[in-house]
């Protein structure tokens, strides 16, 4: 069985892209109502997936926030929050991390054979850890592990290099973004999309706008990946 679950990627950027600052620095991008919608999507997904880059620089713990939208999973027979998976090569996650400890749930690592043996002893008294890919991670083969699983939808919370991966592996299905109403700028702070890039035209990915709606401040944009 090789089919996918359905993957979109949620973000949040400045009007000019960037996603944190030069420091690579959380800041708030979005308002209330958007940190609403966003739970609303985490709550209505099978997994949320972030990259090692998020978990080291911002220590999220990708749990649901509302108590009713908790209750209504635990309803489904679903537990109170999806699987919490992080794209980690080399078992760099902290055993102390918010997404480790915090809120109920499945978490599961997904690290390459190059991560180091003794590290992936010893966050597996922690998560689940799966060895995908030689030196890095298998993204394509670590849907189809989560596809197994019964996941059918999966919501992509984190970084830029990360989004690079998937949408390079034509593995994203849509993309939803809030664009905030301040300018961050810097040549070195991380934008939507980062990593290696396209070279020509025709290796762009096209998108389907199928979405606008205002926010308190800023405006969330839903494109479909052509």
């Keep these: 069985m090789n089919e996918r679950p359905f993957v979109f990627i949620n973000s949040a950027m400045s009007a000019d892209g960037k996603i944190s600052t030069i420091?690579?620095?959380q800041v708030r991008i979005s308002d209330d109502i958007d940190f609403d919608r966003v739970d609303d999507l985490r709550a209505g997904s099978d997994a949320i997936i972030v990259g090692i880059g998020t978990v080291l620089s911002d220590d999220p713990s990708l749990t649901v926030k509302s108590d009713k939208r908790q209750k209504d999973r635990i309803k489904r027979g679903?537990?109170?929050n999806p699987i919490r998976v992080v794209v980690d090569s080399r078992a760099r996650t902290p055993i102390n991390s918010d997404i480790l400890k915090k809120g109920k749930?499945?978490?599961i690592l997904f690290v390459s054979e190059a991560a180091p043996e003794e590290d992936i002893k010893s966050l597996s008294s922690h998560?689940?850890?799966l060895v995908t890919g030689k030196d890095e991670v298998d993204l394509k083969e670590m849907l189809q592990k989560l596809g197994r699983r019964?996941?059918?939808r999966v919501m992509v919370e984190g970084g830029a290099t990360l989004n690079w991966a998937l949408l390079a592996g034509k593995l994203v299905?849509?993309?939803y973004v809030y664009m905030g109403y301040f300018i961050m700028g810097g040549n070195?702070?991380?934008?939507l999309v980062d990593g290696?890039?396209?070279k020509v035209r025709e290796e762009m990915p096209e998108l389907e706008l199928i979405d606008i709606q205002k926010m308190q401040r800023g405006m969330v944009l839903k494109w479909r990946i052509r």
């Design 150 to 152: 019964g996941v059918k």
């Design 173 to 175: 299905d849509e993309l």
């Design 105 to 107: 749930g499945e978490r």
């Design 78 to 80: 679903e537990d109170e």
């Design 196 to 198: 290696e890039g396209y």
């Design 23 to 25: 420091e690579r620095i």
């Design 188 to 191: 070195d702070a991380p934008t």
């Design 127 to 129: 998560a689940e850890v």
